[in-house]
Nanobody
Framework: QVQLVESGGGLVQPGGSLRLSCAASGNIFAIYTMGWYRQAPGKQRELVAS???????TYGDSVKGRFTISRDNAKTTLYLQMNSLKPEDTAVYYC???????????????WGQGTQVTVSS
């Protein structure tokens, strides 16, 4: 009924940049929050950045000033611009939307498939 498709991961050298995208499709009635999370091997999944439906943003302390979350005008595609990347940013990155589908009575959390980001020289 709904899909979140991520793209943009890859291998980059320290100090480099990457831009992740997450496109939503399906029977979407409303999107309440959108966010990026990451999970490194042996670590818990952590919040990278999030955005509410009115555009308020939150960033994890480790990425403040380096990463920027944004969305398209249709408010269905989410982006994460990552600059000044560090080896410790290496992880699988997941997008997450809290959405209400046309077939549902309450919003649910939906996750993308994940995209690998590797920062290494």
């Amino acid at each position: 009924q709904v899909q979140l498709v991520e793209s943009g991961g890859g291998l980059v050298q320290p100090g480099g940049s990457l831009r992740l995208s997450c496109a939503a499709s399906g029977n979407i009635f409303a999107i309440y929050t959108m966010g990026w999370y990451r999970q490194a091997p042996g670590k818990q999944r952590e919040l990278v950045a999030s955005m509410t439906n009115i555009g308020s943003t939150t960033y994890g302390d480790s990425v403040k000033g380096r990463f920027t979350i944004s969305r398209d005008n249709a408010k269905t595609t989410l982006y994460l611009q990552m600059n000044s990347l560090k080896p410790e940013d290496t992880a699988v990155y997941y997008c997450q939307y809290r959405m209400l589908l046309t077939s549902q009575n309450s919003p649910q959390d939906y996750w993308g498939q994940g995209t690998q980001v590797t920062v290494s020289s």
